[in-house]
């Protein structure tokens, strides 16, 4: 080391960078960066500025910036506080008035005197854009919408601040319905703007999810508010998540004229959580109608079956009389004929055992043995039984034989075989 070379001390050092900074930054000048960080203080804010590379978002510069508490009364007087808020959140893109500070012992920072805030919501405008390019890209626009809605929305998830107004006429409208239906709402607390809310929106759907089967639809409500109010509803995080959801979801953001990218990705989106209130009780009311008339149509059928079946139970009760009398009389007239033919066919019948009986006395008397006896036969017997063989009288035997007039007893002495 030389000895003739100049040592500066780091005050020396800071205080030479100070002075140069004041002779080439003396006016403040306007600057566009990333809002990254912020932080408040004692009504001071403290911001986390950066600048990404367009290709892969890496960042390639940053400082640090500080909105004293003066001077934020002074920009919310002029912008309003809600908007001053939405402007002043992480990953908004900002346009700020500074003026370059350097302090030899806090360093280099930036004091924001007045902001942009058309800037702001252009560069959220194409950020929206590119967003849902990625989205359509991704098939994710219509993914939720392809969800088939139940029949009737009974079991409601549903995401919001407890304190909203917002929810609580959303909770209000459906339980004091005149149409009396009875619903089911879990409330899944969230915030609803600045930072936190898509953190804590993304945790509760995935919650959701993992009880799919205790719920027929998640609504996500939000009372009005500006376009600034919404732009946490413009995250392709809470986007994606939507998407992801195995439940219809159902938006009430609380917008009337720009359409956030949550609607876009949402089953249904309606205007307000009052909307919602009034989409659910419309689709339950339709199901109803439909069962009503359901019921009207099977009434009226039944009706007509029951008009033609007693039709035809009347047709047939006819045809049944109709057929029974025929038979009657069909009956009846062969009855008469039968009582007319019955004493002629007893006559013949009659006439007919008459001649067969005629017929066997004939037989008969031609076969009676006094017939016989008559033309000088007679008729031996022996011990009570016709003698037909000579030969089967013993000597000795008494016979007896018949004449045609009287009998006469006889001894046998002698036989003789007819031999011929």
Excluded at 75 to 100: C, D, F, M, N
Excluded at 155 to 180: C, I, M
Aim: hydrophobic fraction near 40%; charge should be neutral; charged fraction near 25%.
């Amino acid at each position: 080391m030389s000895v003739d070379e100049t040592t500066y001390t780091l005050y020396e050092l800071n205080e030479y960078v100070r002075r140069v900074l004041l002779l080439n930054f003396e006016e403040p000048l306007w600057i566009q960066c990333e809002l990254s960080q912020v932080r408040e203080s004692r009504g001071h804010f403290y911001l986390e500025l950066i600048q990404q590379n367009d290709e892969d978002k890496a960042p390639i510069a940053q400082a640090s910036g500080i909105i004293w508490s003066n001077h934020y009364r002074q920009l919310a007087r002029l912008h309003g506080y809600h908007t001053l808020e939405q402007i002043l959140s992480p990953g908004a893109g900002l346009r700020i008035k500074i003026k370059v500070d350097f302090h030899e012992r806090y360093g280099y920072k930036l004091i924001v005197e007045d902001l942009d805030p058309d800037f702001t919501l252009g560069q959220n405008a194409l950020k929206k854009q590119r967003t849902i390019e990625q989205l359509a890209l991704e098939g994710r626009l219509e993914k939720n919408a392809g969800i088939t809605l139940p029949f009737v929305l009974q079991r409601l998830a549903v995401l919001s601040s407890p304190e909203a107004a917002g929810y609580k006429d959303f909770v209000h409208q459906l339980n004091d319905n005149p149409l009396g239906y009875r619903f089911q709402i879990t409330l899944f607390p969230t915030a609803v703007q600045g930072e936190r809310t898509e953190t804590e929106i993304c945790a509760q759907l995935r919650h959701i999810a993992k009880r799919k089967r205790e719920f027929d639809a998640a609504l996500i409500l939000r009372g009005g508010g500006s376009r600034t109010d919404l732009m946490a509803f413009d995250s392709y995080a809470i986007a994606k998540a939507i998407s992801d959801m195995p439940l219809p979801v159902i938006t009430g953001i609380g917008h009337e004229i720009d359409t956030s990218i949550a609607d876009l990705v949402a089953h249904t989106a309606v205007k307000t959580p009052t909307a919602a209130a009034a989409f659910v009780l419309e689709h339950n009311e339709y199901f109803e109608a439909n069962l009503l008339e359901m019921q009207r149509q099977i009434n009226r059928l039944a009706n007509q079956y029951h008009q033609l079946a007693q039709l035809r139970l009347n047709q047939l009760t006819e045809q049944i009389r109709w057929t029974a009398r025929e038979q009657i009389r069909t009956a009846l007239r062969e009855l008469e004929q039968m009582a007319e033919e019955i004493p002629q066919l007893a006559h013949r019948l009659l006439q007919n055992h008459k001649r067969q009986l005629d017929f066997f006395q004939r037989q008969l008397q031609a076969l009676d043995p006094a017939h016989i006896l008559r033309r000088g036969f007679s008729i031996t017997t022996y011990k009570g039984k016709a003698v037909l063989n000579a030969a089967d009288l013993p000597k000795g035997a008494q016979i007896h034989t018949r004449f045609y007039r009287g009998t006469a007893s006889s001894t046998i002495e002698k036989t003789q075989d007819d031999e011929r």
